[in-house]
């Protein structure tokens, strides 16, 4: 699986941006994808997962009820909604695709990376 992310920008805190990653490879539709980030002189992190079909979602308690993780298997893509953006929601965004069908929070679960899309949110 290639993974492709794109969207990211610059956008004042309170606002929105709505995060791309357009796959290709026979196994997408099989495979459950994430979202990370990294920050600078941070970890990358876990923010969001959905299993193969999206309809298991599940989020990190720093996103929920402003991120939706979703996906459209028929395009191959999967988004990221991003409402109510914080100045610490700055980092690169990543998208990516485990090894199971299941939504999984863990990086190494996750064998197929996109280049990484960057959102930086002014104060």
């Known amino acids: 699986v290639q993974l492709q992310a794109s969207g990211g920008g610059l956008v004042q805190a309170g606002g929105s941006l709505r995060l791309s990653c357009a796959a290709s490879?026979?196994?997408?539709?099989?495979?459950?994808m994430g979202w990370f980030r990294q920050a600078p002189g941070k970890e990358r992190e876990f923010i969001a997962g959905?299993?193969?079909?999206?309809?298991?979602?599940f989020y990190v308690d720093t996103v929920k009820g402003r991120f939706t993780i979703s996906r459209d298997n028929a395009k191959s893509m999967v988004y990221l909604q991003m409402n109510s953006l914080k100045p610490e929601d700055t980092a690169v965004y990543y998208c990516?695709?485990?090894?199971?069908?299941?939504?999984?929070?863990?990086?190494?679960?996750?064998?197929?990376w996109g280049q990484g899309t960057l959102v930086t949110v002014s104060s």
């Open positions: 990516a695709a485990n090894k199971y069908s299941s939504a999984t929070y863990l990086v190494k679960d996750y064998n197929y």
């Open positions: 490879g026979r196994t997408f539709s099989s495979n459950g």
């Open positions: 959905t299993n193969w079909s999206g309809g298991n979602t």
